[in-house]
T-cell receptor, first 110, second 114 residues
């Protein structure tokens, strides 16, 4: 969305390596930053989110970091596995709606 | 199964026709949404209802009309379908009205206009 920029648009990593996706947002009032994963032909599903009162959150192999000053947040996937192959979307509030990034297609090579 | 469900899963129709997509959630959520995902995977909000009341109405052609008969259902009716309407339409729901909550998506309806 125009409020959220996401990079890169595609990412290919070797199995076992790490993957990092970055997003920037423009609304300084934003205080909630979710990440959704969409496998091929499936629905988007929330995998992790972070609120503006913390700088980092981890859940097993995934972590999200937030820099409110710079208005950017990142998703980190460690020890990537084939099942991590999917499209990942970041999102941030834009007023009363959630604005999604354009998505990153992650391919994990065996 | 507790979930967000949509019907139909696939819809193929000709230009100019009118069609509807139905959505139901049994999660007890107060807010429901319609999103359009185009061929480039871009997810864009179209409408949102909270307890049957329209709260988000994005810049969407008037040919699209949502209807929420109760807070568990949100349907989407599309008049005079055009080629550019071809996309996957996702219904979603969330517990409260605020954006700082997880949204649960339905399986999607792939609409193809020929």
């Amino acid at each position: 969305g125009e409020n959220v920029e996401q990079h890169p648009s595609t990412l290919s990593v070797q199995e076992g390596d790490s993957a990092v996706i970055k997003c920037t947002y423009s609304d300084s009032a934003s205080n909630y930053f979710p990440w959704y994963k969409q496998e091929l032909g499936k629905r988007p599903q929330l995998i992790i989110d972070i609120r503006s009162n913390v700088g980092e959150k981890k859940d097993q192999r995934i972590a999200v970091t937030l820099n409110k000053t710079a208005k950017h947040f990142s998703l980190h996937i460690t020890e990537t596995q084939p099942e991590d192959s999917a499209v990942y979307f970041c999102a941030a509030p834009q007023g009363y709606k959630l604005s999604f990034g354009a998505g990153t297609t992650v391919t994990v090579r065996a | 199964d507790t979930a967000v469900s949509q019907t139909p899963k696939y819809l193929v129709t000709q230009m100019g026709n009118d069609k509807s997509i139905k959505c139901e959630q049994n999660l007890g959520h107060d807010t429901m949404y319609w999103y359009k995902q185009d061929s480039k995977k871009f997810l864009k909000i179209m409408f949102s209802y909270n307890n049957k009341e329209l709260i988000i109405n994005e810049t969407v052609p008037n040919r699209f009309s949502p209807k929420s008969p109760d807070k568990a259902h949100l349907n989407l009716h599309i008049n005079s379908l055009e080629l550019g309407d071809s996309a996957v339409y996702f219904c979603a729901s969330s517990h409260g009205q605020g954006v700082a909550e997880e949204q649960y998506f339905g399986p999607g309806t792939r609409l193809t206009v020929t």
